[in-house]
């Protein structure tokens, strides 16, 4: 019998006993065995995931938010065993880019049926180790953003958490001088925000990070964005949105190591979790993270 290991985050906004239910009775209709393990601390789910690795299951799968995804996805490096994902976190961005459905029957059954993939895989090197990221890292407001939105609101407001907490300090927004290398290419310019993309889209599906980015192209795409004060980044992020190629605020490059440095130094996140300050390098590695979704 193929098994797989359900990792649930009990403090993820959407997560409950019922959806856990829901996904092990699908399974097990599917001809699955499921081991179901609680994250009780940080970095947990890295240390089952490696267990789960070490135990021989088929599948790790995720019950909850990007971060707790990318977690696992630590303990998982170097082995064979793909990811399933069930979504139930905030924001969900890698299981939307992914098409992985929201409703947790038809995520177990995609886990039970669809083939394994190869996606890219972002790595950002910190103090205590590699950091893995699927869909993006950043610095400047948008790190500020993520980390001054606390959990209590992310459980309560979902994504409406994020959108009142810019409205209220978008007048804080300030381009700072950076410094941004992508590959031998070099970007001196002041920045208020830095984000370097895995994936296409920002807010699946309506959102994308710019044309032609894909989750397997091998490449990152880079996007650096100039404003000051609340209604100049609202006039910037719409210009980014709407892909408007002739904006002098937002600036666009694409490679596999970049390295942002911001003076003063500035706050970053890895898939909208804190991820210490600038600067910082990330590096890209081609086709390192086997997914279950949707073809």
Same mark, same amino acid.
């Given at each position: 019998?193929?098994? +797989?290991? =359900? ?6 906004? %959407? ?20 081991? *179901? ?19 021989? *299951? ?24 793909? @990811? ?13 880019? @992914?098409?992985?459905? #929201? ?11 669809? %083939? !394994?993939?190869?996606?890219? @895989? ?33 459980? #309560? ?7 009142? $907490? ?10 700072? !001088?950076?410094?941004?290398? +992508? ?26 990070? #710019?044309?032609? *980015? ?8 880079? +996007? ?5 004060? @609340?209604?100049?980044? =609202?006039? *910037? ?18 490679? #596999?190591?970049?390295? +942002? ?15 210490? $300050? ?18």
């Amino acid at each position: 019998m193929a098994r +797989v290991m =359900l990792i649930t985050n009990p403090a993820a906004a %959407r997560t409950n006993p019922g959806i856990v239910r829901t996904v092990s009775d699908v399974l097990g209709r599917e001809g699955w065995g499921v081991d *179901v393990v609680d994250t009780t601390h940080a970095g947990h789910a890295a240390e089952l995931a490696a267990d789960g690795v070490r135990d021989g *299951v088929d599948v790790i799968a995720v019950h909850g938010g990007d971060g707790t995804t990318m977690q696992a996805v630590k303990g998982m490096q170097g082995s064979d065993v793909p @990811l399933g994902m069930i979504p139930g976190g905030t924001g969900n961005l890698l299981a939307g880019n @992914l098409r992985i459905p #929201r409703d947790p029957a038809k995520a177990a059954l995609a886990i039970a049926r669809e %083939r !394994p993939r190869d996606i890219d @895989l972002g790595s950002m090197a910190r103090p205590d180790g590699a950091h893995f990221f699927a869909v993006a890292a950043g610095a400047g407001f948008d790190a500020e953003l993520m980390a001054g939105t606390t959990p209590a609101a992310k459980r #309560r407001w979902k994504m409406a958490a994020y959108v009142a $907490r810019a409205w209220g300090t978008g007048g804080t927004v300030k381009s700072v !001088p950076s410094r941004i290398t +992508v590959d031998d290419r070099v970007i001196e310019c002041k920045a208020a925000s830095v984000l370097v993309a895995n994936c296409a889209e920002f807010i699946p599906p309506f959102v994308t990070f #710019r044309k032609g *980015v894909a989750i397997d192209d091998g490449l990152f795409d880079v +996007v650096i964005l100039t404003a000051e004060g @609340l209604f100049e980044s =609202l006039g *910037v992020v719409l210009e980014w949105i709407t892909g408007d190629d002739s904006s002098t605020r937002v600036q666009y490059a694409r490679g #596999r190591m970049v390295r +942002v440095e911001m003076e003063p130094s500035q706050a970053a996140q890895i898939d909208g979790e804190p991820a210490g $300050r600038t600067p910082f390098t990330a590096e890209l590695l081609p086709g390192a993270l086997r997914v279950i979704a949707p073809a």
